[in-house]
């Protein structure tokens, strides 16, 4: 009788994430630090998610447990000892008592790995290896573990970089630490490995060891360099940065953006962009953006948790702040900055202000110089400009307050009662002139210099 293909079995994922992270110099887990908007244990565990995979477990150090709440569905395990990876490993077996199925393990540091590369990897065991484990070829000089390939092109052993000799030094295939084990024999090989040696810790790349000595076959899969870089330093935090940044400007472009300075551009891990967008040079995306057709992005704008709708026109100089909601082909101009507002169809605010807690209707018009007032210092007020309403440059809207459709406010204005359709509300002071006094100034000011002199 045959077993199922690796395929059709059921897959538990385990991530070790117990790991103190020190030499991040951080009081924040090395794991919780972020790249693209999202933390690393998080772009981790989202490949494996995609496998959908029947159980999902993470191995996380004493006091660490909020790390979890970045792994939705994960059963979180504590490691009390850290006497190893492979001891992390078997931390999870209560939590997978009643699973039968194949085993992936993880590391929570590595966050690029794509989802087609872990199908890879679990592919390699359906011929009926016991182990399969992800290697990569280094293009630089390495301290990694090396993968040692015996003469039927099977995974023989895995050496670490020191206690491997020149010649294993020579192979360029390394050890990513990423690793299935098959279904019938997971927990026989993890209870196998000693700690005998120099660190006294049980070691997870001994699964290869183990299994051939208990005469069951290994195998490997190969994964791009850049899917497999840990994280263990903020040098390597920048560079995994890079690495992500590059692959979702590629993705974006691909989609039909146009990114004039693609290296100046920085997404988040969740940003969404039309067709036909057009982002230029230095603008910054946070997590929560969704851009539609057609929209403009123009030079050093920033935008987070905010929605442009098609054809709207969105910068320089812009900040979209959480909640902003800006309509189809509404422009939002230089030096603007919204936050919990939606600009609808067709409105302007071209520069110089600053939209908070609001409405601005379509077709409105909001002149340079304008604030919402909504904040009293205890509590947020709402703005409600109707459409067709033209807001005066340097006008001042003391929110609650609002101006019906066709409402105008006079430049210069600090409008705290509502505005009636299609009237005109000025508030400022009636302007007297005074004949004369310029010059009589002028006059006083220079004979108190010379008397100075």
Known sequence: ???????????????????????????????????????????????????????????????????????????????????????????????????????????????????????????????????????????????????????????????????????????????????????????????????????????????????????????????????????????????????LQTRLRRRAMEEGATLIAPDTVFFSHDTKLGRDVIIEPHVVFGPGVVVADNVTVKAFSHLEGATVADSATVGPYVRLRPGADVGVGAKIGNFVEVKKASIEEGAKVSHLSYIGDARIGAHANVGAGTITCNYDGYDKHFTDVGAGAFIGSNTSLVAPVKVADGGFTGSGSVITKDVSADALAVERAQQKEVAGWAAKFRARKEAAKKKGS
């Open 1 to 243: 009788m045959t077993s199922p293909s690796s395929d059709t079995r059921p897959l538990a994922v385990v991530i070790l994430a117990a790991g103190k992270g020190t030499r991040m110099r951080s009081d924040i887990p090395k794991v919780l630090h972020k790249i693209a908007g999202k933390s690393i244990v998080g772009h981790a565990a989202s490949a494996p998610a995609q496998l959908s995979p029947d159980r999902l477990v993470i191995v996380v150090g004493p006091g660490m447990e909020s790390i979890a709440d970045d792994v939705p569905g994960a059963v979180a395990v504590v490691q009390h000892e850290r006497l190893g990876t492979a001891h992390a490993v078997l931390t999870a077996r209560e939590a997978l008592a009643d699973f039968d199925g194949d085993l992936m393990i993880l590391n929570g540091d590595v966050p690029l790995i794509q989802p087609k590369t872990l199908v890879d990897l679990r592919q390699s065991i359906k011929t009926g290896a016991a182990v399969a484990v992800l290697g990569y070829h280094c293009s630089t000089e390495h301290a990694y573990g090396r993968l040692i390939i015996d003469v039927n092109g099977a995974l023989d052993r895995i050496v670490e970089n020191k206690d491997a000799t020149d010649a294993e030094k020579q192979t360029n295939l390394c050890n990513s630490n990423a690793i299935v084990l098959a279904a019938d024999h997971a927990w026989d090989i993890l209870t196998a490995i000693d700690n005998d040696n120099a660190q006294g810790e049980y070691y997870l790349p001994d699964v290869v060891k183990v299994a051939r000595a208990k005469g069951l076959s290994c195998t490997y899969a190969l994964a791009p360099e850049d899917e497999v870089h840990g994280i263990n330093s903020r040098v390597e935090l920048a560079r995994a940065e890079g690495f």
